[in-house]
């Protein structure tokens, strides 16, 4: 009998992985927790994003990427496969970004997006 593995339809940076790890132990989170990563209406261009530590909710799909244990809804998946998180921490910019393929446009915060 095989098991099918899905594959995670985001990516994380190294820097990324690093700074959520640093989160998760200065916030000591319990590892009941793990990364949300999804989508919700709003924002300036119409979809925002959603990057936080929850618990696992019904129609959630659950992922192991790079040691992160991730939960994501399964509808989400379709606006973020193939995306990138990364972590900036230079002079012009502080804080996770997200490089969305699916994305038709962006706006200047970096946070919301339109397809």
Do not use: W
Request: proline share 3%; charged share 20%; glycine share 14%.
């Amino acid at each position: 009998m095989s098991i099918a593995v899905e594959t995670a339809p985001v990516t994380f940076t190294p820097g990324a992985v690093k700074e959520l790890f640093k989160l998760k132990d200065q916030q000591e989170i319990s590892e009941d927790f793990g990364l949300r990563v999804g989508v919700e209406g709003g924002g300036c261009s119409g979809m925002n994003y959603i990057l936080g530590f929850d618990m696992k909710k019904d129609g959630d799909q659950e992922y192991f990427i790079d040691g992160v244990k991730v939960f994501m809804h399964k509808a989400h998946g379709l606006y973020l496969a193939g995306m990138q998180i990364d972590y900036q921490d230079g002079l012009n910019a502080r804080g996770f970004t997200f490089n969305n393929p699916n994305a038709a446009s962006t706006c200047g915060c970096g946070s919301s997006f339109s397809v």
